[in-house]
């Protein structure tokens, strides 16, 4: 029997980039297109394929930190639970909250990692920042939807760059091996 070889770095890279196109698309359509038709697909299609994301990148970055790479996945997950359940405490995100923790600490694993430029990294940090003002209503809805614009273009941006480029596949190797002599 034949054996069924891993998923590449770089396939891995891709894919989280097209689960991230897609998780954003229908969550956009469901919100300002066909509010209300997409009923459950408009909630867990987006959380579904956000999840996939979490996932292919905590495999790319573990080899980079593992404590941190595990962190990020825990708050994303978490997160993406408290979005589908709709929890909105003093009516904040907490979800958006976590989603903002996880967007710093892989923004941080890529500029780390040098698997992407480091800007890439920063503008992922960057939406980290901007997700975690929904510790504060008041200020979201006085920088909605701008707030929201932001955060999307800081984020969207290297997911966008994992689905066209990928990831530098000679320094994750380097990353591997020294995360392994480290052990």
Request: with cysteine.
């Amino acid at each position: 029997m034949g054996q069924i070889r891993p998923m590449s770095p770089n396939f891995k890279a891709r894919s989280a980039g097209a689960f991230y196109v897609l998780s954003v698309a229908v969550a956009v359509m469901a919100e300002f297109f066909v509010r209300g038709g997409f009923g459950l697909i408009g909630v867990f299609v987006p959380v579904l394929a956000y999840a996939a994301v979490t996932v292919l990148l905590y495999q790319i970055f573990r080899p980079v930190q593992r404590t941190i790479a595990l962190i990020a996945a825990a708050c994303g997950l978490v997160g993406l639970v408290f979005e589908t359940l709709r929890w909105l405490p003093r009516h904040g995100s907490v979800a958006m909250v976590l989603h903002g923790g996880y967007c710093l600490l892989i923004g941080w694993l890529m500029v780390r990692s040098d698997l992407l430029p480091r800007v890439l990294g920063a503008l992922m940090i960057f939406a980290g920042l901007i997700w975690l003002i929904d510790l504060s209503p008041l200020l979201v809805r006085g920088l909605s939807p701008y707030n929201t614009a932001l955060g999307l273009f800081g984020e969207g941006l290297p997911m966008l760059w994992l689905l066209g480029m990928g990831i530098r596949t000679e320094r994750r190797k380097l990353a591997v091996a020294a995360a392994q002599e480290c052990l």
